[in-house]
């Protein structure tokens, strides 16, 4: 580069940043990190009180705002929701604090990210920097277009001097229910305001009201304090249906004796400049045919998911669509038809997805989709699949049916790229590989995760012939009193006869049942069975003993969990005091103050509740005194290891300890061995299960444990 040639601007070069924080050590560190991102060319202002940051943007243009939630004027939300009342740009909440919610509650309120104090280093100063700076480029932008707008309006002016809506300037009046009535334009110069020569009255309630100061209620305020105001927009509807925006100034008037009348003011018309402010904003972020987000906006939902999984600990998914055989479809029927066909293509996707992703059109026949907030990159392949299938259905163009395919790359965040476009271009190759293998079908961008997509997908397929084949069957482990070694009680265990693979293991299928969806039938089917095994021993003449089934986490949360267990037991003849409930800790602990409320519930229905795994999660004692629970059973892993390491056996004994405290049962599961049960009896827990008193067989085998009524 010679030395006439211009150098590039640095990063943020002329931003005008805000730091609200009454703290100075922390003061000090967003100052420094916005002069190491800006390399000295950003200025930073800085206000101790939300009184002194709404005077800064009041008298000073600034672009980006850093601000700590709580300051000496102003606590939490209130002090986002002044300042955000104040400014257009950006702003960042920088805070200590990390309460559950607090992101959430933050971006409602208009922060546009929220970052943690001791993150804040210059490579994350300088993406805000750049953010900023795109925002003040497009205000540019904007300002030129409101100054094309004016102009425009000026000419419209000189045309257009006649009592029509289009009018620039109206005279108005507005008595005291805050109704607007509108005057002839020029109508205060030729009559002195006298009110028996106005032309042409009409009186608007605005569907909305913008003024810049706030909302509708602060500018009711202003009027009611009879004070003067200005820049006050509105906006209406006219009869044709197109909107009509209107920006006014006002003052307060009085009679002879001093009394106020009302207001009296003049309103000009900027819907030229709304309309192209919009238009502006439209084709800037948005897809000229289908109306979803472009490229550009694409880019940025990205970018925020990105930045919501990496403060979440969690992923996200990228889904790259190109459609099958397009060119065909223009060819055949002409541009028009294909442009209808992208329309409905751009439908049937956002009906795949939910609320927070984003599905984009990046041009041509591609599109991309952002899955925000994904557990497991795994899950992106149920998205896919879901795509493809609602392709299935024949597309209606104008009368005519037409199918259409699409062939589907997938990337993941973080194992395939750790920003926008490395993600994005990971799913372009993937969508490649996927068209040049057959197409209507989706690929992943690593070998791996495409065998263990399509393994996936195979076992929810064969679940779902499961539930419909009648191959799920439950087996039954025994519950004994460990003092006696009789049979007090027993467990109801899933298990699936697979077609063709035999017995599928329970630890491959439970959770793709909960993935998948099928565990709500499934968990119903497993507690009918055992009712209606219960129903079947008693007709038998058998002295039945309790049956204890395990509920997953999804069940567990239905809110008319209650009601449907009350009718199985209804339907089958069963007393609530065969069946008992098994629950995880970890479901309980997910939502205590949830579970609390359920668990009265059951327990109300009659039903017995034992936490199973107990010692496994992170329970919150205070919440276990609270909770309604009849058995604390402990989990398998420290009983086997009990007598052989210290640390296990210290476990099980407090659990035993604490359950005899709290005036519940103790169960001890997976007891394989005589010196198991020793240390168990030695300890004072009265109930067991596992391999050393049986395994889980079918209800015709544990039925002969049972003994026959006299």
């Known amino acids: 580069m ?34 190491r991102a800006g390399r000295g060319t950003s200025t930073v202002l800085r206000a101790e009180t939300v009184v002194e940051a709404l005077r800064i943007l009041a008298s000073d243009t600034v672009h980006l705002v850093l601000l700590d939630l709580n300051v000496p004027d102003s606590r939490g939300m209130a002090t986002l929701r002044r300042v955000r009342g104040a400014t257009r740009c950006p702003i960042i909440v920088v805070t200590a604090e990390d309460r559950p919610g607090l992101d959430e509650e933050a971006l409602d309120e208009g922060a546009f990210e929220i970052l943690h104090k001791g993150k804040l280093g210059a490579e994350t100063i300088a993406r805000l920097l750049r953010l900023a700076e795109g925002q003040r480029r497009t205000q540019e932008l904007l300002e030129g277009t409101e100054r094309v707008a004016r102009e425009e309006l000026r000419r419209s002016e000189a045309r257009f001097r006649s009592l029509t809506e289009l009018s620039s300037d109206w005279f108005w009046e507005q008595d005291a229910a805050l109704c607007f009535t509108y005057l002839s334009p020029g109508f205060a110069a030729r009559s002195g305001g006298d009110p028996a020569r106005i032309l042409g009255s009409k009186r608007w309630e605005f569907e909305e009201v913008v003024p810049a100061s706030g909302a509708w209620a602060d500018h009711r305020a202003v009027l009611e304090a009879r004070q003067p105001f200005r820049d006050f927009e509105q906006i209406s509807t006219r009869a044709d249906g197109t909107r009509l925006y209107l920006s006014s100034s006002g003052e307060p008037v009085y009679d002879a004796a001093g009394e106020f009348t009302g207001y009296r003011g003049v309103s000009s018309n900027i819907t030229v400049r709304k309309n192209a402010e919009e238009k502006l904003a439209q084709l800037a972020q948005f897809d000229a045919v289908t109306g979803l987000p472009n490229r550009n906006l694409l880019q940025e939902r ?41 329309v409905l293509v751009g439908k049937r996707l956002k009906a795949c997805m939910r609320r927070d992703d984003t599905v984009a059109r990046v041009g041509g026949d591609e599109f991309a989709v952002v899955i925000a907030d994904l557990a497991r990159p795994d899950d992106a392949a149920l998205v896919a699949q879901k795509i493809l299938d609602s392709f299935a259905a024949p597309f209606d163009l104008g009368g005519k049916e037409a199918f259409i395919t699409a062939s589907i790359g997938v990337a993941a965040f973080p194992n395939d790229g750790a920003d926008a476009d490395s993600l994005l271009k990971c799913a372009d190759v993937a969508m490649y590989r996927a068209k040049e293998s057959s197409r209507n079908t989706f690929c992943f961008y690593t070998a791996e995760m495409n065998a263990r997509a399509a393994s996936k997908l195979q076992l929810n397929t064969d679940l779902r012939r499961a539930v419909e084949r009648g191959e799920f069957t439950l087996h039954y482990q025994p519950k004994v009193n460990l003092a006696t070694e009789e049979m007090i009680g027993m467990e109801a ?11 599928v293991p329970p630890l491959e299928f439970i959770p793709a049942l909960e993935d998948s969806g099928l565990i709500h039938a499934v968990g119903d089917w497993v507690v009918a069975a055992a009712c209606r095994q219960l129903s079947e021993w008693q ?37 609530p005091a065969l069946l008992e409930l098994e629950i995880t800790e970890s479901s309980l602990m ?102 050393h008193f049986g395994r889980p067989i079918p209800a015709e085998a544990i039925a002969s444990r049972m003994l026959r009524r006299g």
């Open 539 to 575: 007709r038998a003449g058998l002295q039945v003993a309790p049956v204890a089934v395990n509920l997953s986490a999804k069940q567990f949360r239905r809110r008319d969990l209650d009601q449907v267990i009350h009718r199985l037991l209804a339907e089958h003849g069963i007393s």
């Open 590 to 691: 997910a939502d205590p103050k949830d579970a609390i409320r359920q668990l009265h519930a059951l327990r109300e229905a009659g039903l017995r509740i034992s936490v199973d795994d107990f010692g496994t999660g992170y329970s919150s004692l205070s919440y276990l005194t609270r909770l309604p629970l009849s058995t604390l059973k402990i989990d398998r892993v420290f009983v086997n290891a009990a007598t052989t390491e210290p640390a296990s056996a210290a476990i099980v004994k407090m659990v035993i300890d604490m359950a005899q405290r709290l005036n519940f049962d103790v169960v001890a599961e997976g007891i394989e061995t005589e010196q198991h049960v020793a240390f168990l009896r030695q300890h004072g827990c009265g109930q067991g299960q596992g391999y």
């Open 493 to 503: 265990l899933l298990r699936w006869q697979h077609a063709e693979r035999g017995m």
């Open 302 to 342: 990205l970018d925020h998911a990105i930045a919501q999984a990496q403060r979440r600990g969690r992923g996200a998914g990228v889904l790259f669509a190109d459609l099958d055989r397009f060119k065909l479809v223009n060819d055949t029927h002409g541009h028009d038809v294909g442009d209808e066909l992208l």
């Open 2 to 35: 010679s030395s006439t040639e211009p150098h590039p601007a640095e990063p943020g070069s002329g931003l005008r940043v805000l730091v609200l924080e009454d703290n100075a050590a922390d003061a000090m560190v967003a100052q420094a990190a916005v002069a």
